[in-house]
């Protein structure tokens, strides 16, 4: 633990050590007035930087008078923030089912999806509270006071931009393990991020975010048809068999199996719970539509093949008129414009599989929203400064210095790229074949001045 | 009372117990300090702006001073000892017989959820410390 | 206990001034605090209570430099003096390595002086420290007061009922004009310094 030479050698050092931090302020026997210590010592005030100040208590946060429902609520919120306990948690969710009760059901999609995603933060609270971040109960009383809002709002157009959307937001990234956009997933889901040529499902209900579809199928994008055809009785018997299959298929190779881990697993019977109910659901549904097709349910219809669905695809034109094309891993490859949420020559390079956010920060006190663009946008500044990008293909060499990251709902992935992307207009004669596989990172190859190009898009998951 | 030797390893896992629970979780600096108000571990954002050896001192003398005042009124010890602040909050956790462990965050963190994890990572500590 | 922090290779003592009510123990502290450099001093920290008792504590950092390869940082500390507050003066002993005990020389605190000896022996015992086996100075303090009218007790009444068993070094001085202050200090920091070294480093090689 000490180098050698124990015993008086060490001894010895200490006593020069001490003697030369006390000498030179006082000679022995020599009486050596201290400069301030003088006379008055006890009364010299002492560094006041060293005395903790006491702050008052903060003021009060709401003056208005609540309604009743809210006064409770927010009243077991503060009991809340206090301590996460069982006792406080039931509290604040009955508080919730008593605001809920006073609501108009058809008010807005949005509004209930609030109370939805309030009371799964609460949820989550009570069975894993370390897994809930920690500024989940002001998130709630944020929840609480937008209800307030919509409660008392004429105009709910007025707040859904200031108020609801930020809100919701705000709600999701609380919820632990839910997928950030969830319900733009949804909504764009009949889009089909997939190209197959069934006609989409019944849409599910619509849900709050249905203001802009044609910019959310855009900058999905993917190839939109310029028109669905309305589906035929006899098409929407073969999808709603087609859906049966893949339903089954879901329950029996991933719900099932996922069951008998957790019910194997102590401590996840609250989410075995979740999935037995969740299984019990989708098995209802499945009887549902079996009842509705009557004489058309054909078990095991099997989804179209994919190679009927490339021949279906395959005379289309290019569906993005804008590309960024680019060489990342000695290919020619392309991105979509919209996608992109940053490229430049990042302030540091690493590598990393996963590419953090703040890296991109200027200086210790910077932002990152100022570096990005794009949907990335929506995210605020506390989620973009955790968020680590996964960077594809192996890491950089001396020369790939361009960091292009592209985003799509709640996908991000980075590329590393020897030279910054040129954007081309994609003329309406190149040939554009797409790629089969529905998952793979390239949404197909496009045949450009003889050149193949793939283009790479992201779609959120 | 015993006395501690520590090792570079007890105080690495300790540190990084501490960053993974409470600094990630928006904590602004969580002190792991002894009973006589020793600094054993200081970690967070503003861990090297903070008055850190009067802070320890401090809240040993604190710890002490409230666990008697516990007594006073016939109580073993108290078990939340919490400052609020307008922007800054702290809260003080026992570890153990001998161990303090300070942690500071701001008006955005909530003191139930700061509980949560002080309660787990207590644990964690101590096994790091009782090997 | 000393608190050897391996991790930055740090050793750090704690000194205690300890003596009755109004004997001086901060006053020593200020003095060291006013009269050394920035950089071998930490800042110093008082409660300020009403009054010029010390209510809590007052702590005073120093770094004393690296000595083979360790760097030895010295706290003082002080108790508060008054018998009411027992329990703040025993917290204050807890992981204490060297004791400065400041003897107040008026002829109306001579039993205060003893009372004071006898409660740290106890507060020491409850830790499992004996007095005899610590680092430990006696200070006469208040030496200036001998030529003034006031009755002082002389150093070998103070000697006769303090240092009559333990026979460890005292020294004279005034706190309030530095006198005595640096070599009290100085005595206490190379016994406190080398019992923890002889402890920790020498011989516990574990």
Request: net charge negative; proline share 7%.
């Amino acid at each position: 633990m000490i180098d050698k030479k124990p015993g008086k050698d060490f001894h010895s050092e200490i006593d020069e050590a001490i003697d030369n931090l006390f000498i030179p302020f006082a000679q022995p026997g020599e009486k050596k007035p201290a400069p301030t210590a003088a006379g008055t010592a006890p009364e010299d005030p002492a560094p006041a930087g060293a005395v903790p100040q006491c702050e008052a208590s903060a003021a009060p946060e709401t003056a208005v008078a609540l309604p009743q429902e809210y006064a409770a609520f927010e009243e077991a919120l503060l009991s809340l923030e206090w301590e996460i306990s069982a006792a406080n948690i039931a509290t604040c969710r009955s508080g919730l089912a008593e605001i809920q009760k006073t609501f108009d059901a058809t008010k807005s999609g949005a509004v209930g999806e609030i109370f939805t995603l309030m009371e799964k933060i609460l949820e989550a609270m009570s069975v894993a509270p370390q897994s809930v971040p920690t500024s989940a109960p002001k998130t709630l009383k944020e929840g609480l006071h937008t209800l307030l809002a919509v409660a008392r709002a004429e105009d709910l157009s007025l707040l859904e931009d200031t108020l609801i959307d930020p809100t919701l937001s705000e709600l999701r990234s609380a919820v632990p393990n839910i997928p950030k956009d969830y319900t733009k997933l949804v909504a764009a889901a009949p889009a089909g991020s997939e190209a197959k040529e069934e006609p989409p499902p019944p849409p599910a209900p619509e849900k709050s975010r249905t203001r802009e579809p044609r910019a959310e199928a855009a900058d999905l994008g993917l190839e939109l048809p310029a028109a669905i055809p309305a589906p035929a009785p006899a098409g929407l018997a073969e999808a709603v068999n087609v859906h049966l299959t893949v339903l089954e298929k879901c329950i029996e190779k991933r719900i099932i199996p996922l069951e008998n881990l957790f019910a194997k697993s102590p401590g996840y019977e609250k989410l075995l719970a979740i999935h037995v109910e969740l299984r019990e659901r989708l098995e209802k549904e499945r009887q549902s539509l079996i009842a509705a097709l009557a004489g058309d349910y054909r078990p095991g219809t099997q989804p179209p093949s994919e190679e009927a669905a490339v021949a279906e695809t395959e005379s289309r034109p290019c569906p993005w008129p804008l590309l960024a094309t680019a060489s990342w891993g000695g290919r020619s490859v392309a991105f979509v414009p919209e996608q992109i949420a940053y490229e430049a020559k990042p302030p540091k390079k690493t590598d990393a599989p996963f590419y953090a956010l703040t890296n991109l920060k200027k200086g210790f006190f910077g932002k990152i929203s100022p570096a990005i663009k794009g949907e990335l946008l929506r995210q605020d500044e506390s989620t973009l400064k955790a968020l680590r990008v996964p960077v594809v293909g192996p890491a950089p060499g001396p020369e790939e210095n361009t960091l292009l990251i592209a985003c799509k709902g709640n996908c991000c992935l980075a590329f590393w790229l020897p030279e910054p992307s040129r954007q081309i207009e994609v003329p309406a004669t190149a040939s554009w074949t797409p790629a089969r596989e529905p998952d793979s990172l390239f949404a197909g190859q496009l045949e450009l001045g003889g050149k193949s190009i793939a283009v790479i898009t992201i779609r959120s998951v | 009372m015993q006395d501690f030797i520590l090792t570079a390893e007890i105080l690495d896992k300790a540190r990084t117990a501490i960053e993974s629970s409470l600094i990630q979780a928006g904590v602004r600096t969580a002190l792991l300090i002894d009973g006589a108000g020793n600094i054993l571990s200081n970690c967070g954002q503003d861990s090297q702006e903070i008055d850190a050896i009067s802070l320890a001192a401090l809240a040993a003398a604190n710890l002490g001073a409230t666990s008697q005042i516990a007594k006073l009124i016939g109580e073993e010890d108290f078990s939340l000892l919490f400052h609020k602040g307008k922007n800054g909050n702290i809260h003080f956790g026992r570890i153990g017989e001998e161990l303090i462990l300070i942690t500071i965050f701001g008006e955005e963190v909530s003191l139930g959820l700061v509980r949560c994890r002080v309660a787990e990572l207590t644990n964690t500590i101590l096994q790091i410390f009782e090997g | 206990m000393a608190l050897i922090d391996l991790s930055k290779r740090e050793v750090h003592c704690k000194i205690v001034y300890y003596g009755p009510g109004r004997c001086g123990k901060t006053t020593n502290l200020l003095t060291v605090h006013s009269s050394m450099a920035d950089n071998t001093r930490g800042k110093m920290l008082t409660i300020e209570t009403k009054g010029d008792r010390t209510l809590f504590f007052d702590l005073l950092p120093l770094n004393l430099g690296t000595i083979q390869g360790f760097n030895i940082r010295i706290q003082l500390y002080t108790v508060p003096g008054q018998v009411m507050y027992a329990a703040t003066r025993k917290l204050v002993l807890k992981g204490v390595d060297g004791l400065v005990f400041v003897a107040d020389p008026l002829q109306v605190r001579r039993e205060r002086n003893i009372e004071s000896l006898e409660d740290l022996r106890k507060n020491l015992l409850d830790y499992g420290l004996k007095l005899e086996e610590m680092p430990l100075v006696i200070q006469f303090n208040k030496r200036d007061l001998v030529d003034t009218p006031i009755p002082t007790l002389t150093v070998e009444e103070l000697e006769a009922d303090l240092n009559s068993t333990l026979k460890v070094k005292t020294f004279e001085a005034s706190a309030v004009t530095g006198m005595g202050v640096f070599e009290t200090l100085r005595e206490i920091s190379k016994l406190t310094v080398r019992y923890v070294a002889n402890k920790h480093l020498l011989h516990d090689r574990k």
